[in-house]
């Protein structure tokens, strides 16, 4: 049982300080998930209270199996998707001016958001849990419903892209 | 290089305060239209299920009883039960497929409950009212002296559990999706049990333990088959969409 289970628990009972904590414990990382995917730093923030909307709408249905952490991922997930459908150039003035990052520095950080946007669609989704939200290999399956294998090749693969795009010798 | 993919967000106090609100608003909207109870559920789907099947089952069950009664050995009661069995289950075949043989998945995966709810409940009903059946007919079968808990355990629940296992498991399955195959499935397994149970040396070979862990198979097979069509009842509808 972890400390998800209770938290739920209280909240599917109508709890609100519950509530209050859940969505205090998971916001950031939602927001730094949908931060990685669109640019616009105010629609991350509207993306984000969606995520938790949709996920309480669902609340009483919902069932406990792992991390909620991972289905709020899949929430936010579908909600970014529309985003992938309209490719535009990141405009320097757009780079994390809010949220902000404590990167090593700008120019680093704009490489690593660049190489990002250069990556496939489905490179760059494994990359941003992975790298950027640190979920275990075994949790980026479920969540994105595919075999384990296939998100390790998708890592491999997009370390190698990174590699490329960074002009690092090695990555690891 | 881990350092490079680690940065924080600074998050709005108010567009978290915003989020909390908007999240209790759902919560407490989507509750409130909540109302039906599962016992609520339960009777609202009972509605859509036809009952003449269950009336089928029950008549099947009465005319057992009366064969067994005046049946003059155990190998006759024997075969009838192993008849029985199967044929109890694909008595109730037209209803437990009915939503996939007219494609009334799609249709019903656009309403209010879930899939998984709506095949949850009927399976649920089916369970409720075969087990009230079985037990009936337990009672009755020990009332007349003709047939042993272990009878009706290895005689019956056997071939009764294997012909459930058949069911679901093409029911559920992705590539299978013909109630006409699957019911000939039961037909072929009723059948390799009738000779089975008819050849008495086979029968008499058969030792008490691999009865035994043959039913605890076909249960644990049976629930393992109901708990993966649960879990994976969304796979189902992507085997024949409509519009294709």
Known sequence: MDGDFLLLHRMQNGDDQAIESFVRKYY???????????????????????????FFRTLHQYQHYGKAANYLYVIAGNLCRDYYRKPE???MEELPEHPVCLMESLDLRMDVHMA??????????????????????????????????????RIKRAKELLTIYLGKENFE | ????????????????????????????????????????????????????????????????????????????????????GPLFVILIYPEIWKNRSYDA?????????????????????????????????YTVATLLSRVTLWEMLTQFMLPFNVTCCICFRTLYSKRINSQALSLLLCVLWAGAWSVLVLNDAVFRAISVPAWVSL????????????YRGQRKWQTIMEVKPLWI
């Open chain 1, 28 to 54: 950031p990382k939602i927001m730094r998930y949908c931060h990685l995917h669109i640019k616009d730093s105010g629609f991350t923030e509207d993306l984000t209270q969606e995520t938790f909307a949709r």
């Open chain 2, 105 to 137: 998945l799609e249709i019903e995966c656009t309403t209010f409950y879930t899939l998984r709810s709506i095949y949850a409940a009927r399976l649920t009903l089916f369970a409720w009212v075969d087990m009230a059946l079985l037990s009936a007919f």
């Open chain 1, 89 to 91: 150039e990141l405009p």
């Open chain 2, 215 to 226: 039913l605890a198979a076909s249960v644990f097979f049976m629930g393992y088959t109901l």
């Open chain 2, 1 to 84: 290089m881990k350092a490079l993919f680690r940065f924080d967000v600074i998050c709005d106090e108010s567009k978290i305060q915003k989020t909390i609100a908007v999240s209790k608003e759902a919560f407490l909207s989507e509750e409130s239209e909540q109302t039906v109870s599962h016992i609520e559920f339960l009777y609202q789907q009972c509605k859509f299920i036809k009952k003449r099947w269950w009336l089928m089952q029950g008549l099947l069950l009465a005319f057992v009883c009366f064969l067994i009664n005046n049946s003059e050995t155990d190998f006759t009661v024997r075969r009838i039960l192993g008849l029985t």
């Open chain 1, 116 to 153: 990002l946007e250069h990556l496939p669609q489905e490179l760059r989704e494994v990359t941003i849990l992975y790298f950027f939200q640190e979920v275990r290999q075994k949790e980026i399956a479920r969540i994105l419903g595919i075999s384990l294998p296939l998100v390790k090749y």
